[in-house]
């Protein structure tokens, strides 16, 4: 019992039926699967249940259809991950009813299969307790490994938990380690990075962050929003003018609670969001009207990147440019190599997170030097509000001693 739930040192696996969650949402291309990062980091689990004899069943949802559809199929998913584990993975084409109950009746201990997507059913989402039960039925215990779907209330990411022995799995454990530390218990100064188009989409992740961090740097579409709230230039650059007064509120808050809000002092700003447009780098104070900002400016960057110096501990959600297009990437790649540096030296421990972030990093080559990369989008997002995640609330709930009281109930 580690952080207040159960994980596998806690869990007789031999023999036993593994309903294990994991997060198999991967970005696909023609059919295949376009990034592994996710899948690496459950294999361990995967693999680590099959080793102790335990029969393996993989539930994941992928993608967000609307019943039945090949196109959101796992069997290329789980292809992906045979691949990877060295081992064979079975598919079965629905993940309850007769088609799943046969396919794991005939495992043996060390095997592992792979469910179709539970979004296929519609009880997965509204976490429906027929559909819970079919589950269920096919289990002695539920181990979730998906942190990145921690967010959802759904059958398999937190009703099963309700109905079968529950644990934490590896990638979930080390996962809530390493954000815990990071929030709950860090060394300061704590510097957050929040970066991304909208302020609308990051309001009480802003209103968090500044109670608990030492300095908060702003940038993309949302710290335009900022400037304008301040009555400074910003062109045509995307901003919610209606969140102006959302904007200055932040602002005064972070002064009473001594947390300093580092936004842009320059800027790269072209006419228009193209690839290779033609760019030129100004002071906020010189943002002509048809101009957009598109980028922190060389200044902003190193102002950025002496917080970070100075900093023990870095959160960081959101690119801080336009990075989707060249050269609007550049403050973001910078960012994140000084962050990397840092973290290399001893200097600080940075923690990162969300899609676009992680496909920041990985096109900056500095993922694997960061402390910790969470491959999680909505439920980084939610976990650095404040939130409680009904994923892991399920597991904190169960008692220490759910195995012997589960065998008791059923001898
Ligand atoms: C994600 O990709 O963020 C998770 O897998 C959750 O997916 P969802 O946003 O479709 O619930
Ligand atoms: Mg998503």
Redesign the pocket.
Known sequence: MAGGFCTLNDAALAGKRVLLRV?L?VPMKNGAVSDVTRLERVTPTIAEIADKAGKVILLS?L??PKGRDPAHSLRPVAAALAAMLHRPVGFVEDCIGPRARAAVAAMRPGDIVCLENTRFHDGEERNDAAFVAALAELGDLWVNDAF??AH?AHASTEGLGHLLPAYAGRALEAELQALGKALETPEHPVVAIVGGAKISTKLALLQHLIARVDFLAVGGGMANTFLAAQGKPIGKSLAEPDLAASAREILAEAERRHCEIVLPCDAVVAPALKAHAATAVVPIAAVAADAMILDLGPRSVERVVSVLARAKTLLWNGPVGAFEIEPFDTATIQIAEAAAELTTAGKLVSIAGG?DTVAALNRAGVTARFSYVST????FLEWLEGRTLPGVAILQAKPRNQANAAGAMIG
């Not at 999680?376 to 439920?379: E, K």
């Open positions: 997060d949402n949802h993608g967000r990145s779907a959802r899609g999680a989008g909505g439920a």
